[in-house]
């Protein structure tokens, strides 16, 4: 059973920066794609930043040269560095694993920017 568990979320002034992580448990398989997403409320979650298994990476225009994505292999574990936040970065940020067999949410993250 594919487990993750997201870290990092937080309150950050307008301008600050958080660093989001995600680790999984449960599968050591390297073909995968990581990926973050965020739910606004009332509304279907919506891809931030992805990453695939060779490190290509995919942006939502609303966060290009603000966020960056990376994963770490040997850890199997995902972050999500951002930075210059804004108050309509504001959700439940969640992390996703897509793997042969499956797809995999974690439990979700708050993060609050607000001065």
């Known amino acids: 059973q594919v487990q993750l568990v997201e870290s990092g979320g937080g309150v950050v002034q307008p301008g600050g920066s958080l660093r989001l992580a995600c680790a999984r448990s449960g599968s050591t398989s390297r073909l995968n794609t990581w990926g973050w997403y965020r739910q606004p409320p009332g509304k279907q979650r919506e891809l931030v930043a992805n990453i695939v298994t060779f490190g290509s990476t995919k942006y939502a225009d609303s966060v290009k040269g603000r966020f960056t994505i990376s994963r770490d292999n040997a850890k199997n574990s995902v972050g999500l560095q951002m930075n210059n936040l804004k108050p309509d970065n504001a959700d439940v940020y969640y992390c996703?694993?897509?793997?042969?067999?499956?797809?995999?949410w974690g439990q979700g993250t708050q993060v609050t920017v607000s001065s």
């Open positions: 996703r694993v897509d793997v042969i067999g499956g797809t995999y």
